[in-house]
């Protein structure tokens, strides 16, 4: 059991082929959430777990979980792996899917290995992480997690339109359990990190310690449309031209932030949108991180007053609505030291970080101790098509991840291998000490 790895082969094979579903004739990777392409990759991964003998749940925000319930004790509160598989537009293969695929594959290995954990372990795929089609982003995590109520999640209205709850009912995933129905015990995310750091430094694992705070706002700029060839500069109220200088601003701002602001304008709109139109309305979303709260809220601030600074420069109204807004969450100590002192065992070498990204971790990190695995992003490129890991460490993560599910869901965990532990909640008797899940003995 210590010897103990993932089939690689069978975890790639199964992340390729998830890959492949939602590709446009274009050759392109699109699965919004709750969309006909994001059924395909659910419809996918519900048969791969109901393959392994797992029981799938499904909750009313549309969250798809897989529970492996053969454990010691079945009515403990389950160990949660997973992640999602909806995707942004034109993607890559493994933002979030590598992690669900990977929980996948370390319940296959542990039960072909007859390793009996003293906790059920549930796989989660949560909806709509990436928050494209429908905001705020990670917001399957976050009903769970008590965070939004689901009547209000199911009833947005998305970028193109659509409600949420019509959508995720037309594609068969508005499921009856109330979310929040198993509150884990803890909750282990693996994910590719999205960023430079590992590959910059080499490194094959990181142990995430904390996540940036994350604040979405749509900014909306009425000017007056007029003449583009008969309108002196002078007597424009030009909504394309007060857009773009809070575009620059907010660039400028965080390319000088010495906390390490970041700072995004990922869609924008001019309304005509003609050539020869001076803009009357410009509609853009800002994206705004940082890892430190009080830094995070002074860019905002410091939007805001630029906001009222040029519509008077400009003669424009500026209005701005708030999309989401989350905090920097710290994750799990103890969790964090358990996957590096994982990737120590396996001679991986590791380090704790930062993420940049958002992830259903930090949603869950409010019900459960949580923590993430990373590994390397080549090029620290995501979002994207080009987006790439290295086979050998997309195994070595999940192996980690294997790694430290059978410590935290020995019967040594559950408090049965402890010193006379005298009512274990989890495990029922010093007897299962001796099976192949107890790595060592009871002490008493
Ligand atoms: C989720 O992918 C995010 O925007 O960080
Ligand atoms: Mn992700
Ligand atoms: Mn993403």
Redesign the pocket.
Known sequence: MSNLSIDGERLLARLRALGELGRGADGKLTRLAASAADKLGRDQFVQWAKALGLDVRVDRIGNIFALWTEATDPKAAPLMLGSHIDT?IDAGIY?GCYGVLAGLEVVETLREAGFTPCRPIVIAAFTN???VRYAP?MMGSLVYSGGLAADAALAVKGADGSVLGEELARIGYAGAEEPGFLKPDAYIELHIEQGPVLEREGLAIGAVENLQG?SWQRITIEGVANHAGTTPMALRHDAGHAAARIIAFLHERASASPSGTVATVGTIAFEPNAINVIPARATFTV?LRDPNEECLAAEEQALAEYLKQIAQEQGVAISAERLARFAPVTFDAKLVAEIESAADARGLSARAMTSG???DAQMIARIAPAAMIFVPSIGGIS?NPKEFTPETDLVAGANVLLDVVKRLASPRACGHCRPAPPSSPCCASAASCASAACETPPAA
């Open positions: 942004v933002d992480e990436e928050g982003d994350i994206d990204a958002g992830h979002h």
